[in-house]
């Protein structure tokens, strides 16, 4: 790994754990709340590419798990890594390399849509698909309640798919994709 790719795992790292400090919103329903930090994890991976955006979540989970408290709400530590929101965030390096696997292939003719399509895939739909039956299981509620209580996070996420496509479609000229498809 080349120090550059350190450097920009460490960055989105530290991104996502600015991200946790935006207050999470309690839905009452589910015990797992609404968080700016999927849009850190779909950035990552939309920006970074596969390795170095799984990278940089494996990263944040490590640190965490060290007690850094870098989740929504300032929790950090074990704790979290093994409640009702462990499906989510250990899904979340599992979700920014499939959507850098995506986002490589489709690179040369990105469009603001296919950015939407494959966070929409991999950001929203995949991350639900693994956090809301391990958060079933966890609480002990049917898995299919889980997914359907998970469809309350659909909204903002779509929201913060579009915003990463924005953004991406905006530095994409220095994203670490463009010099290895440039090399």
């Known amino acids: 790994m080349k120090t550059k790719e350190m450097v920009f795992a460490a960055l989105f790292a530290a991104l996502i754990g600015v991200l946790g400090m935006i207050p999470p919103i309690p839905l009452g329903f589910i015990p797992v709340p609404v968080t700016a930090q999927t849009l850190g994890v779909m950035l990552a991976g939309s920006f970074l590419g596969k390795k170095t955006g799984a990278i940089s ?11 850094l408290p870098l989740l929504s709400g300032g929790r950090g530590g074990l704790a979290p890594l093994v409640g009702p929101s462990a499906g989510y965030i250990f899904s979340w390096p599992i979700a920014a390399f499939c959507i850098g696997l995506a986002i490589e292939k489709v690179w040369p003719t990105l469009k603001i849509w296919k950015v939407i399509v494959i966070n929409f895939i991999f950001g929203i739909v995949l991350v639900s698909l693994i956090g809301a039956p391990v958060m079933a299981i966890i609480t002990n509620t049917s898995v299919w ?16 798919a579009i915003i990463v496509a924005i953004i991406v479609m905006q530095i994409k000229a220095v994203s670490p994709i463009e010099q290895k498809i440039n090399n």
């Open 57 to 67: 979540l494996v990263l944040f989970i490590v640190l965490v798990a060290l007690g």
């Open 145 to 160: 309640a889980g997914l359907v209580g998970a469809t309350a996070f659909l909204p903002g996420d779509l929201i913060k």
